[in-house]
């Protein structure tokens, strides 16, 4: 089944210490970006990459890390979280650009909680 | 910058009636790209429609089709026959190439009635 693995879904944690959000995708995708989504604020991008060679900011990069030494996986690292990262986040994929016909593929969904 | 408005937060419609959802934008490009997401409870993502701005014709899929004023610079969602399953978030986005990025509006929240 064609799909975009968010591990955890649920996390609460505390000020300072380090987590990392998994994100994986089985279809070969060259596009994955990260979002966190905000009551009254919509989706906002935290990082995109455009394949394993190209990773850049989004809107809204401060507080957090990507790499993408593979191409299946995405993972968002945050050094030292603050409560003002509490939030939903939503990793994506999509063959290519969403310029594409190709739809973007959506995680689940990880609900943080930063205390 | 690149923004993307969406004025109504709330939006209620009577089942099998039509509802037309607002989106603004706001770009000095020509070439860009605008989506419309739903997003149930279950809090999925999920693709309803695509636009792309060279093409003047407005997309249709199924009950939900766009009205897309270039010049005006608003992309319209129209839902037609709504259903109890219509019933969801509904994200306005753009996307411009030479970026590289996905911008969403606020979102609406959309009731179907029984």
């Known amino acids: 089944e064609a799909q975009v693995t968010q591990n955890p879904r649920y996390l609460i944690t505390v000020t300072g210490k380090k987590l990392t959000v998994t994100c994986s995708q089985n279809m070969n995708h060259e596009y994955m970006s990260w979002y966190r989504q905000d009551p009254g604020l919509g989706l906002r991008q935290i990082y995109y990459s455009m394949n394993v060679e190209v990773t850049d900011k989004g809107d809204v990069p401060e507080g957090y890390k990507v790499s993408r030494k593979e191409k299946r996986n995405f993972p968002l690292i945050l050094e030292s979280p603050s409560p003002n990262q509490t939030s939903l986040y939503f990793c994506?994929?999509?063959?290519?650009?969403?310029?594409?016909?190709?739809?973007?593929?959506f995680g689940d969904g990880t609900r943080l909680s930063i205390l | 910058a690149q923004t993307v408005t969406q004025s109504q937060p709330e939006m209620s419609v009577q089942e099998a009636e039509t509802v037309t959802l607002s989106c603004t934008y706001d770009?000095?490009?020509?070439?860009?790209?605008l989506f419309w997401y739903k997003q149930p409870p279950s809090r999925q993502m999920i693709l309803v429609i695509r636009?792309?701005?060279?093409?003047?014709q407005n997309a249709t899929e199924n009950r939900f089709s766009v009205n897309f004023q270039k010049a005006a610079k608003s992309f319209s969602l129209k839902i037609s026959d709504s259903q109890l399953g219509d019933a969801a978030m509904y994200f306005c986005?753009?996307?411009?190439?030479?970026?590289?990025?996905?911008?969403f509006g606020t979102g609406t929240l959309l009731a179907v009635q029984p």
């Open positions: 636009q792309e701005a060279y093409k003047q």
């Open positions: 994506a994929s999509s063959l290519w650009a969403p310029t594409s016909n190709q739809p973007q593929h």
């Open positions: 986005a753009f996307y411009r190439g030479a970026t590289n990025k996905l911008i």
């Open positions: 770009t000095s490009e020509s070439d860009y790209y």
